[in-house]
Structures are given as structure tokens and as C-alpha cells.
């Protein structure tokens, strides 16, 4: 697997840089992933790789930015380029254009097929637009995605590993590359043979800032109620400031609700908690409504700060365990899918922790990385969930 | 036991709920320390848009050829520190009223949907700014209208007439509202774009200047290597022949060859004159536009006056010359004599090149444009497209492979065209080899005019 970045404002120029960077000999690459910056004219992108590499299938999507090492940034005119160029290492297609229909039908699809295709442990890579409306915001919601994934693939021996794509972290929109063109409400699954496995590091950043408290009332992602009081009113006095109204997606960068699996007394440990994104607030109702609709009446939550400090820690302490997997290993691809509001621009970190990751993953290992919405990992040895405000580091290596 | 058992969980429910009351207090003590770090961060990346720019600026002025380019690569620097949606420089064409109207000379972000090109806006304001509370009424209207955004930060340097327009789809773009405060960003941004825009326009312009002053020194120094070819070639026929023929030569000359060296030195005068008329003529172009006497003349009488004039020739060389009759009333302001030369010029040229059996024909037109347009087309040798900015250089014909076939000073189409210029008009070219050649003058509207036919009378 070969990689290639590109960054222009000219989508044919992005292109030509990140074909260049490809280095590919005379043979064609047999599928292209491809992560394009929002700003960029998808068409005109997906013209100008069919134009430099002719008629190769195109999977991927828009990226609020790209990461690689020779360059990161999220200016919205990055692109990033894998070249899959051997057959034993080259994924299948799966895709389900049904997710503005029913999105756990569209995951069930996906997961149905994909079924039908695995026999041994098999990688799974799975990308869909994150954004499914701009006014009013609404997602394509990756928790409903992933469990009708989650039960359509049954037992199958899957590793499912993915990411929501955006065009920037204002979550304007999104779109996919789907193999043939450009679309939106499509989930692909990228679905590895079985000489290719993966190793993944979930990388976190945040801790809790509260006491437990319940969802007395909510209603699908929308959390009207904790511990009886307005969900809104008790975010308001933790941060001291009043929300509300235009200012509501502010929220998203301040705080989330965390959710702690296992013994909720136990000792603090950042891979035991799922966090959900706060994506808008509703003053009159006194709501918040979360980025997945997977919390339930009861749960008991805790409000949960950013934390860069941590989350810089969190990276070091990740790529250290991927690279110590990683010796001795025939290292195809390190994919790294980044949570958007992780990037210094918004999180202000004053480093970028992006870099840490390019720095520190082990030289050999290929490297490129997009900035997510969301990200969807196996989790506490389970199956795969979507995860808000992480990096997930997957290295592709063949099988031994 | 009980009591005391009741009392225990009462205060171990107290205790919990000072712990609880701690844990939330200190929890969003350490939220809102998180939040202002971030968004001390945040505003530091910010205002390091304008000393990045500054940084970049050097860098940016030698890679990109034009102060055209120099624009897009500022709005990359722009755009990706202040990580806004969109973002364009605009620049005032023209004044209309109250409103001036600006032309989009960069804009980035739109992907396949371009902005317009043109926008209106009334009495441009030197800064502004949209916010969710903004009445959309003149000029919030126009502005968001450039970005088709409804959040824009403008600023307006009136003095340069240039502006920049950052623009965002969502209040809160990655951190924060526009604001006030950032009019210091947007107008150090665009201060910095105009100063290295003008700097590297005038860096344009002096290699311009340079390239012009070396050409014109190459220029100089080819003509007065030229020059002395020309004249030391007719100054040695003269001396030679007159040495043969002075009293005491060695020579025997017989009467025919005495007479044919006579006639060999009287041509070489004549030329010697002709080229120094042509030299004098050709060195004062510069002042030639002063001294013209413009008056009104018939297009058609200017032609035919001067096919009068080279008729012989015409008929000498079987060369067919006829002026096409154009519009009747079709007059040119121009100085008659100076006129004339240009015209006997072209014309002689036309049938020199034109072998036997060749026409040469004059013409005169209004333009739609209201121009006038005077034409000597010749069905001669022709020339390439490479030679032809060769033709309008002094002695080129002279130096060409023409010379010994065709004879001239090589300064007729150099002065032709100094002297079209001087009249605010212009002088080109359309050749082929083999086809034949077009040499047309465009004289400009105010040169130009329709006069209507007296009415007979009675």
C-alpha cells in the first residue's frame, strides 16, 4: 500500500501532488482511497485522479483535513491518497446507499454482506458521511450504523474499525467517493482479505469534571433531563457561562457526556469511558442533543472536560504500544482517523497532537490519517462502537 | 443500634453530598481553566494570521511570477489560520453614485460554485462585520452576497480601493463569532497583501523596465553597427571610383567605363543622401507628434493621390495598383504630408515585393468600432510570422536576404509606423510567405468620420 498527500486549492493540482507522492511503478493500483479537504470540488478531485491514474475505483471521502508525514493540516485543501497495488492486500467494496432511509438498515446491509464474504478474521474498514443535514443539524447517527452492522454480521469474525467523514470541523456537510462517484447518505465498507489484520490504539483526551448523574429524561439523542434538572441549565453552571440558542454547537468544544463502562467506582481509566459530542443545545427546551442517540433513561453519566494534557499523554502512550506490536511485522498501512475537535485549531492544544502521531509511529510503517466526525473502534475487547473525541491508530500488517 | 445506624447513613449522606458538591465545583473550575486555555490558544492562532503573513510574504513574492498569484497564495495563508469557509479580495472598478463597484480578483472556498464576478455595494464601509443579531439590509445584503455566506468580516483600504471578505456558513466557526476585535486581523491582512501586491508589481515593472533598456541598448548598438555598414558601402563605391577616376591614376580608363563609374558614384550619393534623409527622419519620430498639422482629408483622396504617385513604379515592375472604393464620405485627421509618406511608403513597398503579374490593392473602411482602417494588401512574396517584428525594426530589410534583390534604406516601415503612432493610431502586420502581404493602419474613433455628401444645388 502506497501513500500520497497533496495541498491546493486546485483540486488537479492536489491531485498531481498526491499521485506524485504515490511513487507508483508502471502498474495501475487496482482501488485509490482517497481523503479530500471540504473545500475541494469532489467532482473535479474525482476528474483529475480518473484523469492520472485512469479508470480506477475511488473510495473515501471528504476529510476536515489530512495527516501524513509529509504534511498535516486541515485548511480544507489536503488530500490524501492510498494506493492499494497488491491483490493479496486489496480490500472489496461494500456499500449501502440507504442511510437517509433507515441508518441501522443501511449498517445491516453492509454487515449482511459482509457476512456472506468473511470466513476467516477479517479487517473491515467502514466510512460514511457523518453529516446528514446542515439546517438543522442532523447526522447520520454512527451508533445506529454499527449496531445494525454489529447484528447483521452476527459471529462472523470481523474487525471493524471506521470513521464518520466532514468537509470541515463546522460539520457543514459531507460526502463519500463510492467507488463510482460522488454521493452522500452512503456508508462503504472496505472489507480486507484475510492475509491482511490490524492492530488498533484508541487514543483519548478526556476525564470527568462531575459526579455521576442520571438521564432522567431523553429522548433518542436528545437529553432533556439530568438528575431531574434542565440538561442545559446543569452544563450552564458547570461552565459558569450562559449557552443556548446560536451559541449551542460552541458546546461541542467544551464538554461531553461520558459514559463509564465496567465498575463505575473503579479506579479512573480513560479507555473505560464512551463520550458523546454535545452537537447543539435548545434554550427554550433546556435540552442538549448528543452526536449518537445511544444513551438510554437511567444511564448514569458524568460530564467530562477536554483534557490536552491527557490527551497528548494518551498519544504517546498509544503509538509506544502500536509500534511495539509493530516489530518484526510485515507493516502494510498505519491508518490514523482522528476526531476533528481534537486538532489544536479547536481543541487548543498548543501541539498538534496529529504530530506526536506522525513523529512517533515507527518510520517503516506508511502513514495517512484524516480528521473524522467520528470514529468507530472495537472497544473493551467487545465489538466495535463509535467513539466521540478519540484517535483511532489501526495498523494493516499481513498475517503471519 | 438503629438510631445510631440512622444517624450513620445521615451523616454519610451529608458527607456524600459535600463530596458531590466539591467533586461539580472543582470540575468546572478545572472546565472552564481547560476552556479559557483553548481559547487563549485559539486567539493567539488567530492573531498570528497577520505575522504569518508578514513571515510568508518574502517567500511568497519570489515564488509566484506575477502580483497577480500573489493573491490566492495570501488568501491559502488567510484561510487556513483563521480556518474561515471562505474568503476573497475584492478591488473597485468604478464609482456609480453612492456605490462603488467591485470586481472579485481572488476568491477561495467555493470549490465548483465561483462567485460573482462583479458586486455593487453602497458606500463601502472601511470595516464590517455579521452577526447572528445583523439586520441583512444595505450593506450586510451586498456583503454576504460576495461570499454567499451569511458571516463575513470586510475591511476596505479606500486609498489602494482594494478589500478583503472572510465568510463562514455556522455563527461560531471552529471557535468563536466575528467580532470587533478582529479588525485589527483583517486589516493587517490586507495591509500585508497590498504592500507585497505593490512591491512585487514594482519589482515587475522594473525588470520590465530592464528588459526594455537592454533591448533598447541591443537595439542601439545593432543600428549603429548597421548604420555604418550602410554607410561605409556607398562611401567606398564613391572613393573607389573617384580614385580610379582621378588625374594621375593608374587606371586607363575607356569613356564607357569612366561614364558607368560616374553614374556608379552619382547612385551612391543619391543613396547616401536617401539613407541620411531616412536616419534624420527616423531619429525625430519622438518629436514628431507635436509638430503634426491634423487636418480633415478624404480617405479615398489620400489613397488615390499617393497610387498616383507610385503608378510608374506600379506600371514599371507589371504591378497592378488600384485603390478599392470604400465609404464615400469616410475622412481621416491626420498631418497630409507626413500622411502621404506613410502611404507612398506602404504602397512602394507593396509593389516592390509584388513580382509581375501581382496586385497591389488600397483600401479605406469605417470600422463598427468607429475606427478607420486603411489597407495595402499586395499579392507578393510574403513573409513569415517570425520576420515580421523583424520588418518594423530599422535596416531589417536592409539586412535580410531581400536587400540585393529589392532595394531601400530598410527605415521606410519603421518610420511608417513611428509615424502612424504619432497620429494615435497603429500599424499592423498580416503576412504569409507566398501569400502575400496585408499592412494595415487603425487611426483612432476621434480620427475618424462620415461626411455626408453636400446635397446638389437648387
Known sequence: MRVGYGRSPDPASAVRQAVAALALRSEKPALIMAFSGGKLDPFAVRAAIGEALGPVPVVGGSAAGAISRAGTGYSGFELGLIAFDDPDCTPRVVTSHALDRDERAAGAEIGEKVRGMVTEKSVVLLLFDSVASTQPPRLHHASAIVSGFNEAVGNAPVNLVGGGLLTDMNMTGAWVFDGEGVSKHVAVALVFPPGVEAETAILHGCRPVSAFMEITRIDRATVYELDGEPALKVIERMLGLPIGGGRGQELSLMATLGQKQGDPYAPYDEKSYVNRLILSANAEQGSITLFEPDFERGAMVQIMSRDNGLMLDSVKRGVEAINRTAIGRQNLLGLYIDCAGRASARSGSSIEEADLVVRGLDPAVPLLGFYSGVEVAPFAGEQSRPLDWTGVLTVLRRRD | ?458
Open chain 2, 1 to 458: 443500634m438503629t438510631e445510631l445506624r440512622i444517624l450513620d447513613l445521615g451523616k454519610l449522606e451529608r458527607e456524600l453530598a459535600y463530596y458531590r458538591r466539591e467533586c461539580n465545583d472543582l470540575g468546572a473550575r478545572l472546565l472552564r481553566l481547560q476552556e479559557e486555555q483553548s481559547q487563549a490558544f485559539r486567539e493567539s492562532r488567530r492573531s498570528r494570521t497577520v505575522a504569518k503573513l508578514i513571515r510568508e510574504a518574502h517567500r511568497l513574492a519570489d515564488l509566484c511570477a506575477t502580483p497577480d498569484e500573489i493573491g490566492s497564495s495570501m488568501l491559502e495563508v488567510i484561510v487556513e489560520n483563521t480556518l474561515c469557509d471562505r474568503a476573497a479580495f475584492v478591488r473597485r472598478e468604478a464609482a456609480q453614485g453612492n456605490s462603488d463597484l467591485f470586481r472579485v480578483t481572488h476568491a477561495i472556498g467555493f470549490g465548483s460554485d465561483p462567485p460573482a464576478e462583479h458586486v455593487t455595494v453602497p458606500s463601502a464601509p472601511a470595516f464590517f462585520l455579521t452577526t447572528a443579531r445583523t439586520v441583512i439590509e444595505t450593506p450586510a445584503y451586498e456583503l454576504t452576497g460576495i461570499l454567499r455566506m451569511p458571516y463575513v468580516l470586510w475591511c476596505y483600504d479606500r486609498a489602494s480601493g482594494h478589500a478583503l471578505i472572510l465568510g463562514n456558513q455556522s455563527e461560531s466557526n471552529v471557535s468563536r463569532p466575528f467580532e470587533a476585535g478582529d479588525q485589527e486581523l483583517v486589516e493587517g491582512a490586507l495591509s500585508v497583501y497590498i504592500d507585497v501586491m505593490l512591491r512585487k508589481r514594482a519589482e515587475v515593472e522594473l525588470r520590465v523596465a530592464k528588459a526594455t533598456a537592454e533591448e533598447a541598448s541591443a537595439l542601439r548598438a545593432r543600428f549603429i553597427a548597421t548604420l555604418s555598414h550602410e554607410l561605409r558601402t556607398p562611401l567606398n563605391a564613391i572613393i573607389g571610383f573617384s580614385d580610379m577616376m582621378l588625374p594621375g591614376s593608374s587606371y586607363r580608363l575607356t569613356e564607357h567605363q569612366q561614364s558607368e563609374y560616374a553614374q556608379q558614384i552619382n547612385d551612391s550619393g543619391r543613396l547616401l543622401l536617401e539613407l541620411i534623409n531616412d536616419i534624420l527622419d527616423y531619429s525625430s519620430l519622438a518629436k514628431v507628434a507635436p509638430q503634426l498639422l491634423l487636418a480633415w482629408a478624404k480617405a479615398e483622396t489620400l489613397l488615390s493621390a499617393s497610387a498616383r504617385e507610385l503608378a510608374a513604379l506600379a506600371m514599371q515592375n507589371e504591378v497592378k495598383l488600384e485603390v478599392r472604393r470604400g465609404e464615400p464620405g469616410l475622412e481621416v485627421q491626420v498631418d497630409q504630408l507626413r500622411f502621404r509618406q506613410v502611404l507612398n511608403n506602404l504602397i512602394s513597398n507593396a509593389v516592390k515585393f509584388t513580382g509581375p503579374g501581382g496586385t497591389v490593392t488600397a483600401s479605406a473602411r469605417l470600422r463598427p468600432d468607429g475606427m478607420a482602417e486603411l489597407a495595402v494588401r499586395d499579392t507578393g512574396v510574403g513573409m513569415r510570422a517570425e520576420d515580421i517584428p523583424r520588418a518594423l525594426e530599422p535596416f531589417q530589410q536592409i539586412d535580410s536576404g531581400h536587400s540585393r534583390t529589392f532595394p531601400g534604406t530598410g527605415l521606410g516601415l519603421p518610420i511608417a509606423k513611428g509615424l502612424v503612432e504619432a497620429h494615435g493610431g497603429t500599424l499592423r502586420i498580416v503576412s504569409a510567405p507566398g501569400e502575400g502581404t496585408t499592412v494595415t493602419i487603425i487611426l483612432p474613433a476621434a480620427a475618424a468620420r462620415i461626411v455626408e455628401p453636400a446635397p446638389p444645388p437648387g
